[in-house]
């Protein structure tokens, strides 16, 4: 299958590279303007991005970018609630390969926040959410095969509270059985509120995920993704 066989809804944008890289650097261009015209005319900027393997060209690419950096906040779409030094930790990941070079000197908003579990650390992450410019700028989503984005999983029991458009938290507990480690997430109000909403995406498979996500858009809540798929969002594929 190939990107252009899919039939995008109206308004909705695709970028399709041959490799990783090419996307990534184009994503990181798209999101690096992004962020420099917001700071044109605002104090602060924000960029919400996700863990995994995907986005690493992404954030090489735009750790590089010149930007004022020290104007822009940077958060987590989701964290799997382990230690910074746990293989699964997708803090240490955006520290590793996003928050060097320029971005570096970029503030980082953490979710892990002291607690044995995310319910005991919850009323925290809140608190260092606090201060975070509502709408968010930027955010760049992934997608699972099962249709989830950030920790917002179907067969999560709080998935109801996640995606509920009229809950005002920023930021919620997530339990999926389906997952060996509990998680915490931004809500889905908080996240397709932003200016700039970006899917970023590798591999054939997750054509087949779009493909079946467009398929009954009004399920949400089997394919929490579909929640995203509108007028505005900017689609970045690869192949491999």
């Given amino acids: 299958m190939k990107m252009s066989e899919l039939s995008l809804p109206d308004g909705i944008e695709c970028h399709v590279g041959r490799t990783p890289g090419e996307v990534g650097e184009q994503l990181a261009d798209a999101v690096a303007g992004f962020l420099a015209e917001r700071l044109s005319s605002a104090p602060r900027a924000s960029l919400v991005v996700s863990g995994g393997s995907t986005p690493l060209p992404f954030f090489h690419a735009l750790s590089g970018k010149i930007l004022e950096w020290n104007r822009v906040d940077v958060v987590l779409a989701d964290e799997r609630w382990v230690s910074e030094d746990d293989p699964a930790s997708n803090t240490a990941l955006v520290k590793a390969h996003l928050l060097r070079d320029r971005a570096g000197e970029a503030h980082f908003l953490s979710l892990k926040q002291p607690g044995a579990t995310p319910e005991e650390g919850l009323a925290g992450a809140r608190r260092c959410l606090a201060g975070l410019i509502e709408p968010p700028d930027v955010v760049v989503l992934g997608m699972g095969n099962d249709g989830h984005t950030a ?72 394919m929490p993704v579909r929640g995203f798929l509108r007028p505005g969002l900017k689609i970045y594929w690869s192949p491999s």
């Avoid at 996640?162 to 060996?180: G, I, K, L």
């Fill in 151 to 222: 920790s917002l999983f179907p067969d999560a029991p709080e998935l109801p509270t996640a995606m509920d458009p009229d809950n005002n938290e920023r930021v919620v507990v997530a339990t999926p059985p389906s997952q060996a480690q509990r998680r915490i997430t931004l809500t889905y109000r908080f996240l397709v509120s932003a200016r700039f909403v970006a899917l970023h995406l590798r591999g054939e498979d997750k054509l087949a995920t779009l493909e079946e996500a467009m398929a009954n858009p009004e399920r949400v809540m089997e």
